[in-house]
């Protein structure tokens, strides 16, 4: 079994900068996918960022050229480096392991979750 722990939200102004950092522990190898989700009360997790076991890496359209996902694997950590930060990139936002070593976009194919770090963006 493999824990995730998030860390590095916070409050910033728009156009504000913040890197998030995912922790896992317990049994974790270095092949299998990773990703981050973002959600609000209510509405359902949505993808932002993923990187395959081999580091290859995706975004969601409105991040693309402001966020940027990273993995350490002799820290077993996760990143996520957001710059330009607006307003509507205000939620929670998880880490996820996915099912696959190629990552996915869909929450479905995730298995593990941590318990999320809030970033609010004021303007």
């Known amino acids: 079994q493999v824990q995730l722990e998030e860390s590095g939200g916070g409050l910033v102004p728009a156009g504000g900068s913040l890197r998030l950092s995912c922790a896992a522990s317990?049994?974790?190898?270095?092949?299998?996918?990773l990703g981050w989700f973002r959600q609000t009360p209510g509405k359902e997790r949505e993808f932002v960022a993923g990187i395959s076991g081999i580091g290859l890496t995706f975004y969601t359209e409105s991040v693309q050229g402001r966020f940027t996902i990273s993995r350490d694997n002799a820290k077993s950590t996760l990143y996520l480096q957001m710059n330009s930060l607006k307003p509507e990139d205000t939620d929670v936002y998880y880490c996820g392991i996915s099912r696959s070593i190629l990552g996915s976009r869909s929450r479905n194919d995730y298995n593990s979750w941590g318990q999320g770090t809030q970033v609010t963006v004021s303007s």
């Open positions: 317990g049994r974790t190898r270095s092949t299998y996918g």
